[in-house]
């Protein structure tokens, strides 16, 4: 996998940070011919287009709104248009709760071992030199230390490169995304956020992976080319323009051509358990608990479409389904 790949966990998980970084926005830099069939195997995903939408069952409603983790220029324009529907919902849902995302926290300072390698072959011996210094170097840009680096899991390694600098950096004095927010308001008026995973599944959801397949995962993402920055500004804008399929697309176009010759399994490994193995879990709990009442769910925008996104498993539930305006872009 590249950092294209990893990088759409701006949208697949529930990190917070704080980003206002300029870059290239990569798509339009691609040749044409190149720009158009990557729009057309995007349009050709099941809804494509639209961060806001309804799914409508009987007597029952799930407002759905697409999230990127973290905070942009737009976050508090995002948050006025959405509080009215909150005041609405019986239920609050995201990812992770705000107060799960508290013991998260807790969790993760008690327990090291499940973000860094607490004993044996840290990364400089498990990747080897020139390698380690590639890594060090990326990691010290986004504000991370050579000592601590070292110490990471190889796919926390991998996501935290998947993060532009300029993100990255921001992010360590930050932590106020829209998901946060949402549960913040959702507090403030009485109705506290509820969690759709368990979020202890996500954090060791790559353990069982070969070390080796991880540690590619680093690896192959300095073949790749492209800024980060320039990436996270791709993502960020086209984020903005609702083209969240498009997005989609494209990680999976740079990670075939630049990720060797497994990148199409690895890529399809990703999108079943960061993707869809999750949307499926979601839907499952939503259905036991969504009768007769009104939810709001909050979740990252890369969940939305495609055949087993969450709105075509709502419409396979026998749910309506129908996009909403959201002009606070």
């Not at 044409?32 to 057309?40: H, P, R």
């Not at 230390?145 to 992010?171: V, Y």
């Not at 202890?200 to 790749?224: G, H, V």
Request: hydrophobic letters at 45%; proline letters at 4%.
């Amino acid at each position: 996998m590249s950092r294209f790949l990893t990088v759409l966990l701006c949208l697949l998980t529930p990190l917070a940070a704080h980003a206002r970084c300029d870059g290239t926005d990569l798509i339009a830099a691609l040749p044409a011919t190149e720009q158009q069939a990557l729009s057309d195997r995007a349009n050709a995903t099941a809804y494509p287009n639209g961060l806001l939408w309804q799914a409508v069952r009987d007597d029952t409603t799930i407002t759905l709104f697409g999230t990127y983790h973290f905070e942009h220029a737009r976050t508090s324009a995002h948050l006025a248009a959405l509080t009215p529907l909150i005041d609405q919902a019986d239920s609050v849902y995201l990812e992770v709760s705000n107060a799960d995302q508290t013991q998260l926290q807790r969790e993760l300072a008690d327990d090291p071992s499940i973000m860094f390698i607490t004993e044996g072959d840290t990364l400089p011996d498990l990747l080897g030199e020139e390698d380690w210094q590639r890594l060090s170097a990326e990691m010290q840009a986004r504000a991370i230390p050579g000592f601590m680096a070292a110490k990471f899991k190889p796919f926390w390694a991998a996501m935290m490169l998947g993060i532009g600098p300029c993100e990255a950096r921001n992010a360590a004095t930050k932590e106020n995304g829209i998901d946060k927010q949402i549960g913040d308001y959702a507090s403030s008026i009485g109705n506290d956020s509820r969690s759709l995973e368990d979020f202890r599944t996500l954090l060791t959801l790559f353990d069982s992976f070969p070390l080796e397949e991880q540690l590619d995962m680093i690896r192959l993402l300095f073949a790749s080319s492209g800024d980060a920055d320039d990436l996270a500004y791709t993502l960020r804008q086209r984020y903005l323009a609702q083209e969240v399929a498009l997005i989609w697309e494209f990680s999976r176009l740079v990670s075939l051509k630049f990720g060797g010759a497994t990148a199409e399994a690895d890529f399809a490994l990703f999108e079943e358990q960061l993707l869809i193995k999750r949307n499926r879990e979601w839907i499952d709990l939503l259905i036991r608990d969504a009768p007769g009442k009104n939810l709001f769910l909050a979740v990252g925008a890369a969940h939305l479409p495609g055949d087993y996104g969450v709105l075509r498993l709502l419409e396979e539930q026998g749910f309506t389904i129908k996009r909403l305006p959201f002009d606070a872009l």
